[in-house]
T-cell receptor, first 111, second 114 residues
């Protein structure tokens, strides 16, 4: 079993929908949680960053961490076709900046 | 605009040929990572350098792959001899080695071995 599990999708939603993307993990030492967005034929780019448990909001994006359940989520409100991409969760412990990635979820937002 | 630079962006080569991919990390970053991405396996860590020293290359097939950092501004990933199963996107990423710091990816080198 992988340390970080993520449903590969694809997830297809209509424009304007609320999207929920999730990851589960097994390593309780993870403290830092990130979401990367990867457009087709591009490198992953950092989208959201959260330390420990709680929520963080940035525009239409909300990242949520539940350490007790070892579960993180990314919510996208009012989804747009430009949000169509693969979303990778990533996390790290206190030892440095080595990240453990999920496999990515492919999201398609249809006009 | 600081960014990780990778060359070549695309490479098509014949089986058995040597392939060298290069990466210029963001100035000041002291960790460099090489990843391989495929549809089946997702992102796989191949090699990890801190202050130019290799720390982890357990994900790399040792018989044909090698990774080096000749200086702080250049990291290389070499495949010799290349095989069709090496066809993938190879990403370089760099960051500062500090708990909680993130890493920044290049645009990738798209390799096709025929």
């Amino acid at each position: 079993q992988k340390e970080v599990e993520q449903d590969p999708g694809p997830l297809s939603v209509p424009e304007g929908a609320i999207v929920s993307l999730n990851c589960t993990y097994s390593n309780s030492a993870f403290q830092y949680f990130m979401w990367y967005r990867q457009y087709s034929r591009k490198g992953p780019e950092l989208l959201m960053y959260t330390y420990s448990s709680g929520n963080k909001e940035d525009g239409r994006f909300t990242a949520q961490v539940d350490k007790s359940s070892k579960y993180i989520s990314l919510f996208i409100r009012d989804s747009q076709p430009s949000d169509s991409a693969t979303y990778l969760c990533a996390m790290s412990d206190n030892a440095g900046n080595m990240l453990t990635f999920g496999g990515g979820t492919r999201l398609m937002v249809k006009p | 605009d600081a960014r990780v630079t990778q060359t070549p962006r695309h490479k098509v080569t014949e089986m058995g040929q040597e392939v060298t991919m290069r990466c210029q990390p963001i100035l000041g970053h002291n960790t460099v990572f090489w990843y391989r991405q495929t549809m089946m396996q997702g992102l796989e860590l191949l090699a990890y350098f801190r202050n130019r020293a290799p720390l982890d290359d357990s994900g790399m097939p040792k018989d044909r792959f090698s990774a080096e950092m000749p200086d702080a501004t250049l990291a290389t990933l070499k495949i010799q001899p290349s095989e069709p199963r090496d066809s993938a996107v190879y990403f370089c990423a760099s960051g500062l080695d500090r708990a909680g710091n993130t890493i920044y990816f290049g645009e990738g080198s798209w390799l096709t071995v025929v």
